[in-house]
């Protein structure tokens, strides 16, 4: 009989010591294929209780916008059953990954701003007034300082000659992301997101795309934190997923992904398979492994 495994991380840039909200997520998701709820109903409910920590870049700690008044959100969940669904640009909802649960059943795959945020009402899912955190709205600031200043992170650098910056006028981390096998046949991945520091309204990362932020298959999932633009280019959950599809452990599948990049570009993943889970990083990032 093989057992369960749930991996959870709170973002690249995170830092370890927040560590125990990944590890309440993974023991929820746990508690939910406990009581035979599948592989997807619990990582979404493991999912949600990091949205719900406002600690985090996703559902309530949210990140705004340069504007300093919208927030989008992010969010997908994949299984190995090609189930897949996400959310893009998504508002006034607590949880974004309920939204993306629901999206699986419908008969589409993704669903953006208005009509994604209507959507979420029609399946009885409330309607929740984010109101940004004191924590979000410090990181703002700084943000738009660095970008006032022209010295804005490496990653965001093509931020410093651009010449729309001095009319738009925030720090990477702290988006969340599951792995999960179920201890029978189904892996999934989840991730949930604000967007990252230095992003215009209407701006799409990695987390709703296929194969970017998340991926699952037979051989076991995998989900990405960092910046979704260069996540992006390399299709990193996937290129990652095959690694592993073609028999190399998960640790070393995920070295491998955060290996291609600049290590000055902030990026973390996660990884499941039967037997085993990986996990790496070129920066902090508050993780946990249930069982570990
Ligand atoms: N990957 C997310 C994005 O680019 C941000 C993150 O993981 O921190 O939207």
């Not at 493991?46 to 600690?55: I, S």
């Not at 051989?219 to 910046?227: D, E, Q, R, S, Y």
């Not at 037997?275 to 990083?281: Q, V």
Request: proline fraction near 6%; charged fraction near 20%.
């Amino acid at each position: 009989m093989m057992k369960p495994i749930v991996v959870a991380h709170a973002g690249v840039g995170t830092p370890n010591r927040h560590k125990d909200g990944p590890a309440k997520a993974c023991r929820q998701a746990l508690r939910f294929l406990g009581k035979g709820r599948s592989a997807l109903d619990a990582i979404v409910a493991g999912a949600m209780v990091l949205e719900d920590d406002p600690r985090f870049n996703a559902g309530t700690g949210s990140y705004l916008r340069l504007d300093g008044v919208t927030i989008d959100m992010d969010a997908s969940l994949m299984d190995s059953n090609s189930n897949f669904g996400s959310v893009i640009g998504i508002k006034n909802v607590k949880n974004p990954i309920q939204v993306v649960r629901q999206v699986i059943d419908s008969p589409h795959v993704m669903l953006y701003g208005d009509g994604a945020t209507k959507f979420a009402y029609l399946m009885g899912i409330p309607e929740y007034i984010q109101r940004p955190t004191s924590n979000v709205k410090k990181m703002l600031l700084r943000a738009r300082q660095r970008l006032k200043e022209g010295n804005p992170a490496y990653y965001a650098r093509k931020w410093r000659n651009w010449k729309f910056r001095k009319t738009i006028l925030k720090e990477l981390g702290g988006t969340i992301g599951l792995v999960l096998f179920d201890g029978k046949k189904t892996f999934a991945a989840a991730s949930s997101t604000g967007g990252t520091s230095y992003s215009l309204p209407g701006r799409v990362g990695d987390t709703p795309l296929i194969g970017c932020g998340v991926f699952a298959g037979p051989a076991g999932a995998v989900t990405a934190t960092g910046v979704g633009e260069e996540i992006i280019k390399k299709t990193l959950s996937k290129e990652v997923y095959l690694k592993i599809a073609a028999g190399i452990p998960p640790q070393k599948a995920c070295e491998w992904g955060v290996n291609l990049f600049d290590p000055r570009i902030p990026i973390g993943l996660l990884a499941v398979t039967r037997e085993a889970s990986g996990s790496a990083a070129n920066q902090q990032m508050a993780k946990a492994v249930v069982p570990d």
